[in-house]
């Protein structure tokens, strides 16, 4: 950024810091408040687009199946959430068994149901832990953007379940959003899926 | 006036429990929430306080930024989290570190404090000077004329970043617009006004536009 630009900024912004400036600041004062561990978290998850699109060989062969035929143990859909959302969103690692430490979390969406940005985090329930990770949007800002195709979709990011997700029941909570992509856990409309990772 | 009561009685954490048991533990959303509540008003008191004081660097836009963070960071601790009990109001505190911060730093500079500091504004009161006019009435003018023609997209973009200051994320959502389209406009709003600051004379079309520019923004600082 050239100094001209921060001066044509202020005029704008009659004297004051522009919203540019202060998204800036926030960055640095979270860098600094927030505990060390959470970067290496966003770093597994901004590493995860590539596996993502290797493992889609094996979520579409799950989804190729007769329709009738049972689900595998290894999917996760919404648990004890109601409203228009519940099942519109589902969890899966592989086709044919849960997640474990190591694997890439993919969203499955049904798009007949939910569009728009996909913004989505998780907090450990068993065993409890105050502690929110979010895997959307990234770091970097961004959340992948689901559009209205018809039927399920596998969304193009997943997520790598890095050594900081260990083994236990999360809750995800996932908010969908049209205008563009959102940290706020309270915006837009939702839902929430159980996601166990095992040993 | 009616703003300085609210602050007075009211907080961001008022029937917020959810709120104020995150941002006690620290959650991030919570942080960001309370940080982008405040932060304006805070950018406004700081730069009172650098006019108060007679401190004109302070109230430079770089130095005001520094503020802002080393604010937050006090503000943001675990200790002081831990020790905020959401009942009190929460921007009398905040500028309390701020007009600490400030003093500190005059003192550093070396400057007599004993006649200073009851000159500075109230920690207790809102900020005043929000939305000074420019110094240079040519400045004012140009600025005025050029936002009166922007397109709706564009004054749009103007208000969510520019007048309040909003994040990228709510400036989006607002607007209905992606974040490449949002940085795209604000480089269309800088661009734009800086064809009029030369095309009206202010800014020689050859010449820096900081080296020249910089006099009309320290005057309209202070």
């Known amino acids: ?199 | 006036m009616g703003l300085r009561f609210f602050e007075r009685v009211m907080t961001i954490f008022q029937g917020q429990p959810q709120l104020l048991d995150a941002f006690r533990r620290g959650e991030r959303w919570a942080l960001e929430q309370v940080y982008r509540a405040h932060v304006r008003m805070l950018d406004g008191y700081l730069r009172s306080l650098a006019r108060a004081g007679n401190a004109r660097e302070l109230g430079l836009s770089s130095s005001v930024a520094d503020a802002l963070q080393e604010v937050f960071i006090r503000a943001f601790s675990q200790t002081a989290r831990s020790a905020y009990d959401g009942t009190r109001p929460y921007a009398p505190y905040l500028r309390k570190i701020a007009k600490n911060l400030f003093i500190d730093q005059l003192r550093a500079q070396g400057r007599d404090l004993e006649q200073l500091v009851g000159t500075l504004p109230d920690a207790s009161e809102g900020a005043p000077g929000d939305g000074e006019p420019l110094a240079d009435p040519r400045v004012a003018s140009v600025l005025s004329t050029y936002l009166s023609t922007l397109p709706p997209p564009l004054l749009g973009v103007y208000e969510q970043r520019f007048v309040l200051g909003n994040s990228q994320e709510s400036a989006c959502s607002a607007l209905g617009v992606t974040r490449r389209r949002l940085r795209t406009d604000e480089e269309r709003l800088k661009s734009g006004l800086r064809r009029a600051l030369v095309t009206n004379g202010i800014l020689r079309g050859d010449l820096s536009v900081g080296d020249r520019i910089v006099r009309s923004v320290g005057s309209h600082v202070f």
Request: glycine share 12%; aromatic share 6%.
């Open chain 1, 1 to 199: 950024m050239s100094f001209d630009d921060d001066d044509l900024e202020g005029l704008l912004a009659n004297g004051h810091l522009s919203g540019r400036a202060y998204d800036q600041i926030e960055a640095r004062v979270m860098d600094r408040v927030l505990p060390r561990a959470r970067p290496s978290r966003f770093y597994w998850v901004m590493a995860a687009a590539l596996p993502a699109a290797a493992a889609l060989g094996a979520i579409a062969l799950y989804l190729n199946r007769p329709a009738e035929e049972s689900k595998p143990s290894g999917g996760f859909t919404a648990k004890g959430a109601e409203g228009p959302l519940a099942g519109a969103v589902e969890l899966r690692c592989s086709a044919d068994r849960g997640c474990r430490t190591g694997d890439t979390l993919l969203f499955l969406v049904d798009t007949n149901r939910a569009q728009g940005y996909l913004n989505a985090s998780a907090q450990r329930i068993e065993p409890p832990s105050s502690e929110r990770i979010r895997f959307f949007p990234t770091e970097g800002g961004e959340s992948p953007l689901v559009e209205a195709t018809g039927g399920m979709k596998v969304v193009e990011k997943g997520v790598r379940l890095g050594a900081s997700l260990g083994p236990g029941l999360y809750r995800v909570d996932v908010r969908w959003t049209d205008g563009g992509p959102s940290a706020d856990p309270s915006a837009g409309r939702g839902t929430s899926v159980e996601l166990k990772i095992d040993e």
